[in-house]
């Protein structure tokens, strides 16, 4: 390697770690911030040394509020963000194989609904949603937070489709040729040659719905049934001092399963996405 070039490379690998610390700058400085006062977040600024480790704020953060402590927020999270993982997996694959292999009449006009859902803002279909759901008696209950993705979403339906387009169809005239069904075909071929796919959509929805802030915020009434999400701001109180330290505690916290799901299905989308060719 030649001086011009060594010194491209630590120029470039420079660049590259300045801006990740500049991405990743506010998650270090909530960090800071679960172990630091209210004082010395307040005044502190952008120092990310706390002047004394204060982990009392994740005791005091755990506890929670009402009597309710943070583990039943958390498992409240996990639960809806499990369940409507694992309902937009099945929901979307199914979708996804018949707008993608299975021939039926309509088939072009349903496809184009679906792609049009995905331009419409979220903010749009709010009011709509919530008269229909306060009807049918949903509201205050997890339904209008897990029900709609057994239905499958749009974004992932097109994923999966687009990946499946390169699953060879010869598999499929092959199974049939033996005798098997189209639900055998799903089930066999094409469910496991899409496991990269899924392992994403994994990744992305449990983070979307773990994140999730507006939607348990509109349906749920009772502060036991609250996700972790909601129930973080309710430690900023506009009538009282405001704990930021025990906020940002479980602030914190809250990264961790995320942070593990992605951890964990990293893995596999890697090795799925390094070997997904197909072999002649």
């Known amino acids: 390697m030649t ?22 700058y506010p998650v270090l400085w909530m960090i800071s911030g679960s172990l630091k006062n209210n004082t010395e977040i307040l005044n502190g600024g952008m120092n990310l040394i706390p002047p004394a480790w204060r982990v009392e704020n994740f005791a005091n953060g755990w506890k929670g509020f009402g009597g309710i402590s943070f583990a039943t927020f958390f498992s409240n999270s996990f639960f809806v963000a499990a369940v409507s993982t694992l309902a937009t997996v099945l929901s979307s694959a199914c979708v996804a194989y018949a707008f993608s292999r299975v021939k039926y009449k309509g088939r072009n006009i349903w496809f184009t609904a679906m792609i049009c859902t995905m331009m419409i803002p979220t903010q749009i279909i709010l009011v709509p949603q919530y008269i229909i759901y306060n009807k049918l008696g949903f509201v205050g209950t997890y339904l209008p937070l897990i029900l709609p993705h057994f239905f499958g979403q ?18 499929d005239e092959a199974a049939i040729i033996d005798g098997c069904s189209k639900y055998t075909i ?18 992305i929805q449990f983070y979307w719905k773990w994140d999730d802030f507006m939607s348990p915020m509109i349906y749920l009434s009772k502060p036991k049934m ?55």
Do not use: W
């Open 3 to 24: 001086k011009k070039h060594k010194i491209e490379a630590v120029l470039y690998h420079l660049f590259v770690c300045l801006f990740g610390l500049l991405m990743i």
């Open 154 to 171: 749009a974004f992932f339906i097109y994923q999966m489709m687009q990946f499946g387009s390169g699953i060879p169809r010869d598999l």
């Open 186 to 203: 799903f089930t066999k071929i094409f469910l496991p040659l899409l496991k990269p796919s899924i392992v994403t959509t994994i990744i």
């Open 226 to 280: 609250y996700t972790a999400s909601v129930a973080i701001k309710n430690f900023a109180d506009s009538t009282s001092t405001t704990d930021y330290g025990a906020m940002f505690a479980m602030s914190t916290l809250s990264l961790i399963p995320v942070f593990l799901i992605f951890l964990f299905f990293n893995r596999y989308l890697v090795e799925g996405i390094s070997t997904s060719g197909i072999k002649g």
